[in-house]
């Protein structure tokens, strides 16, 4: 009898709430003012929220490069080297099985200015004259073309880990070369770790490509052109 009476107490309590909600109703709306006065008459349980008073978040947003700016400010190098023999190449290559240098295989021609980078295998080796980085093109051991860089940076921490694959040794190489990394540290006759390179290549608006190269701790942008002015 209890749970008939509480039962009755209920309803009469619910059903004139549900009476006056009517979700389907077509009644006009003539303003914003009257929809949100209309939705602000029971603050305490409100149909919706609007939060007015948080304001947006400002996102920066920085501006690209002005390629075209950079590659006219851009001078050709009035430099070159007897021979056309890079004289620090064998001071990088004489600790290492191979040229630690970025292979680039082109495909096409590229542009700087007057000059025209024909398509074929080139190392690309950035260097510093009296206080500027150019990049060279090398081929067979001579230098080709002297390019410079508009930019030189700082790789990031863990680069090369991220974007270089890792050999696959068996078990017996990594005993191996586990032995030689702990022998090497009381033996001067290692063999030196030789330095990483990566190599970034971009097609950009314009007819411009960017090539960015990876070398030890600094990075080099260069930019050039896919069609001659």
């Known amino acids: 009898m209890l749970k008939k009476i509480l039962l009755i107490l209920v309803l009469f309590t619910i059903i004139p709430v549900m009476a006056e909600y009517d979700p389907l109703s077509e009644e006009p709306i003539n303003s914003v003012e009257e929809f949100y006065r209309q939705n602000s008459e029971n603050p305490e349980n409100p149909e919706f929220e609007y939060p007015t008073d948080n304001q947006p978040e400002i996102v920066e947003i920085r501006p690209t490069k002005n390629y075209s700016k950079i590659y006219a400010d851009l001078a050709p190098a009035s430099?070159?080297?007897?021979?056309?023999i890079d004289p620090d190449q064998y001071y990088d290559m004489k600790d290492a099985t191979w040229a630690p240098y970025p292979l680039l295989r082109l495909n096409s021609y590229i542009y700087f200015k007057d000059r025209?980078?024909?398509?074929?295998?080139?190392?690309?080796?950035?260097?510093?004259?009296?206080?500027?980085?150019?990049l060279l093109f090398k081929q067979n051991g001579r230098v080709n073309h002297i390019i410079p860089i508009y930019e030189r940076d700082i790789v990031a921490e863990g680069f090369y880990e991220k974007h270089l694959p890792k050999p696959k040794l068996t078990k017996a190489q990594k005993i191996h070369m586990g032995a030689l990394s702990f022998l090497g540290k009381f033996k001067s006759t290692k063999r030196k770790e030789q330095v990483k390179s990566y190599m970034e290549i971009?097609?950009?608006?314009?007819?411009?490509?960017?090539?960015?190269?990876?070398?030890?701790?600094?990075?080099?942008?260069?930019?050039?052109?896919t069609v001659k002015l």
């Open 79 to 84: 430099h070159s080297y007897m021979h056309d």
């Open 202 to 225: 971009s097609d950009l608006e314009n007819h411009f490509v960017s090539i960015i190269i990876y070398y030890g701790n600094h990075k080099y942008s260069t930019i050039f052109r």
């Open 116 to 134: 025209a980078i024909e398509p074929g295998y080139y190392l690309l080796t950035p260097r510093e004259h009296k206080g500027k980085w150019y």
